[in-house]
C-alpha cells in the first residue's frame, strides 16, 4: 500500500490533506465440486484486481473525510455455451465518502485506545450487471463452469 501524507506533526495526527493507493489481486484457479478438487480441463480461471485510490482531508485531530475511488480489472477463461470464452473488463466500482469522528482516546505508555465512529455514503456508479447473471451452462462436451450463475465459488 502506498500512503501519500501532508500532515503535520508525529505520526502523522494533526489537520491536512493525505492521499494514496492500495491494491489487492486475487487469482482462482482450482476447480472444486462441493469443496472437492475437480479437473481444470479447460484451465479455467480468474484474475481480480481491485485498486483502491483515497484521498482525504482532517480538519482537526478529531474529525476528517475520506473520499474512496476502486478501480476494477478482471480477466478470465470459461465455458459459456458451446465457447470458451476469454473476457476482461475494467471500470470504477462504488465510490464512497467517508467521515472518521474520534469520540475518544487514551494514551499510555504501553498502550494507545482509540475509539472512532465511522459514517459515510454509498455511489452507485460501479456496474451490477454481473450480480444478476443466470447460471451459465456450457454445450457440446464442455465443462460446467466455474465462473457466474449461482455457483461462484466453484474456482479457489
Same mark, same amino acid.
Given at each position: 500500500?502506498?500512503?501519500?501524507?501532508?500532515?503535520?506533526?508525529?505520526?502523522?495526527?494533526?489537520?491536512?490533506?493525505?492521499?494514496?493507493?492500495?491494491?489487492?489481486?486475487?487469482?482462482?484457479?482450482?476447480?472444486q465440486d462441493?469443496?472437492?478438487?475437480?479437473?481444470?480441463? +479447460?484451465?479455467?480461471?480468474?484474475?481480480?484486481?481491485? $485498486?483502491?485510490?483515497?484521498?482525504?482531508? !482532517?480538519?482537526?485531530?478529531?474529525? %476528517? &473525510?475520506?473520499?474512496?475511488?476502486?478501480?476494477?480489472?478482471?480477466?478470465?477463461?470459461?465455458?459459456?455455451?458451446?465457447?470458451?470464452?476469454?473476457?476482461?473488463?475494467?471500470?470504477?466500482?462504488?465510490?464512497?465518502? +467517508?467521515?472518521?469522528?474520534?469520540a475518544y482516546?487514551? $494514551?499510555?505508555?504501553?498502550?494507545?485506545? !482509540?475509539?472512532?465512529?465511522?459514517? %459515510? &455514503?454509498?455511489?452507485?456508479?460501479?456496474?451490477?450487471?454481473?450480480?444478476?447473471?443466470?447460471?451459465?451452462?456450457?454445450?457440446?462436451?464442455?465443462?460446467?463452469?466455474?465462473?457466474?450463475?449461482?455457483?461462484?465459488?466453484?474456482?479457489?
Amino acid at each position: 500500500m502506498l500512503h501519500l501524507c501532508r500532515r503535520p506533526g508525529a505520526g502523522g495526527s494533526g489537520a491536512g490533506f493525505y492521499g494514496g493507493i492500495a491494491e489487492q489481486f486475487t487469482y482462482f484457479g482450482t476447480l472444486q465440486d462441493e469443496g472437492n478438487k475437480v479437473p481444470n480441463t +479447460i484451465e479455467q480461471h480468474i484474475d481480480s484486481s481491485v $485498486l483502491q485510490v483515497f484521498a482525504g482531508y !482532517n480538519f482537526n485531530d478529531r474529525f %476528517g &473525510l475520506q473520499f474512496n475511488l476502486p478501480v476494477i480489472y478482471r480477466s478470465w477463461k470459461r465455458p459459456l455455451g458451446t465457447v470458451i470464452e476469454n473476457s476482461t473488463e475494467f471500470g470504477i466500482g462504488d465510490m464512497s465518502l +467517508i467521515g472518521n469522528f474520534l469520540a475518544y482516546q487514551k $494514551l499510555a505508555e504501553n498502550f494507545t485506545f !482509540n475509539w472512532s465512529l465511522l459514517g %459515510g &455514503l454509498k455511489f452507485p456508479t460501479g456496474n451490477s450487471s454481473h450480480l444478476s447473471e443466470s447460471d451459465v451452462e456450457s454445450e457440446n462436451g464442455l465443462p460446467a463452469s466455474g465462473i457466474g450463475g449461482d455457483e461462484p465459488n466453484l474456482l479457489a
